[in-house]
């Protein structure tokens, strides 16, 4: 693999590049399946709290709609850039084929630091950002949904300035709402359950029961706090936690209820009493069974990856491994299960609220994680099988299912020109 010196768009076209060799893509699908449909590029001035007016860059990008309506969440970060949501967008396109489901794939994101921003601020920022791509999103075109640094309440905002816009309550044209007004039940989970259960089928292909892995889980926000609260409800002992400001270790597993309540007071896992101080340098060498990157983007790198101990890697995250990262795991013999299956759940679910949405009809709880359940086994069974037919490692068999399956509705649907 050669190194794709930061560009994250670049490491998305290595990992397609393994996959469509494999599959003797032709050259057109190739073309098409490799470049972005669309791209928007936005300015948003907000009036901040101070009087002043400071001008927000959005981008909102539909990499591919073969399969249904683009799909995908919004974040807001600093460090958010073009590069990074076209190569989002296209992870979203194969991670919504993967999970079968009849979206496309696209992404948006803001740069901005919500967590020197007021509320007030917030919403200003998110209703003028809607208001410049309006035309563009849609129920049938595409669907915004939360990703980093956006909850409900940014949700809420989006479905009401879209409204408001269109003359009428529409509520599926945003996921990952609050459930008061059309939300799932279950949505707020979903990625944390799916990783758990990608945790769990790994760890069954390997003989091993949850209740007798070791887990160490970097981030712990919305996928990786809900993923060690669901794997240690299955007995499963989360030993050490890492985000942003630092990390800390338990042997005998943490409680992680009084952890996540510790999170949702000090913002950080740092400074936990439950545990003791974890140096950032030795979280990826622990040993433990399972490690489970959720948080973001070019985390496993060719640096840290020699020394990582564990057995099986859910990537959490999207795009937490690099790609010669990736080849130097796979090599070792560790079993990493990909983001576009890993963490499909949120999306699959966030399907489900569309559906119900747009059938106006609610399921119940149970309802939507049973269905969460079979449609996560049946992704995670169809690449695993996939990855024993070509002999590749699971990222390779991901992406050759993803891009079977988009190709042959590129070729049925034909050119249109
Ligand atoms: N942001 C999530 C992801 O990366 C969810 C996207 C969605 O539900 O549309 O998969």
Redesign the pocket.
Same mark, same amino acid.
């Given at each position: 693999m050669a190194a794709t010196n930061g560009s994250i768009f670049a490491a998305m076209l290595e990992e397609f590049d393994v996959a469509a060799r494999i599959l003797n893509l032709e050259p057109g699908i190739w073309q098409i399946l490799t470049h972005p449909k669309r791209q928007i590029i936005v300015s948003c001035p907000v009036q901040m709290d101070n009087g002043e007016i400071e001008v927000f860059t959005g981008y909102r990008v539909q990499y591919n709609i073969t399969l249904g309506p683009a799909? *995908?969440?919004i974040?807001y970060h600093p460090g958010v850039t073009l590069d990074e949501v076209t190569a989002?967008a296209a992870?979203?396109t194969w991670?919504c084929a993967v999970a079968h489901i009849p979206f496309g794939g696209g992404?948006g994101g803001i740069v901005c630091d919500p967590t020197k921003m007021s509320q007030r601020e917030l919403e200003a920022l998110t209703r003028r950002y809607v208001a410049e791509i309006v035309d563009a999103i849609g129920p049938e075109k595409d669907?915004?949904?939360?990703?980093v640094n956006t909850n409900e309440q940014i949700m809420a905002w989006i479905m009401d300035t879209y409204s408001m816009h269109v003359g009428h309550t529409t509520t599926s044209v945003v996921? *990952?709402k609050p459930v008061e007004l059309g939300g799932s039940l279950g949505r707020r989970e979903a990625?944390g359950r799916g990783v758990m259960i990608a945790a769990r089928e790994a760890a069954k292909h390997f003989g091993i029961a949850l209740k007798d892995t070791r887990i160490a889980v970097q981030g712990f926000g919305n996928v990786g706090g809900v993923s060690a609260h669901l794997l240690a409800q299955q007995g499963a002992r989360i030993v050490a936690v890492t985000d942003w400001k630092g990390g800390v270790y338990n042997e005998k597993g943490f409680d992680v209820p009084a952890l996540m309540e510790y999170t949702r007071q000090h913002k950080t896992v740092a400074g936990f009493a439950g545990g003791q101080p974890l140096p950032a340098g030795d979280f990826w060498g622990l040993e433990v069974d399972v490690l489970i990157p959720a948080a973001l983007e070019n985390q496993i790198t060719i640096e840290n990856a020699p020394a990582i101990k564990a057995r099986i890697v859910i990537e959490g995250a999207?795009g937490p491994t690099t790609p010669e990262a990736n080849d130097q795991l796979h090599n070792r013999g560790i079993f990493v299960v990909p983001d576009i299956l890993a963490?499909?759940s949120?999306?699959t679910?966030?399907y489900f609220e569309w559906v119900q949405d747009r059938y106006g009809y609610f399921w119940t709880e149970q309802e939507v994680n049973q269905r969460l359940e079979a449609k996560m086994c049946e992704a995670f069974d169809a690449v695993l099988k996939t990855s024993l037919k070509y002999k590749v490692d699971m990222r390779t068999a991901a992406y050759i299912v993803a891009i079977s399956r988009v190709a042959t509705v590129t070729r049925m649907r034909g050119m249109y020109a």
């Open positions: 799909k *995908g969440g974040r989002l992870w979203m991670k992404k669907v915004p949904a939360p990703d996921t *990952g990625t999207n963490n499909s949120g999306v679910t966030s």
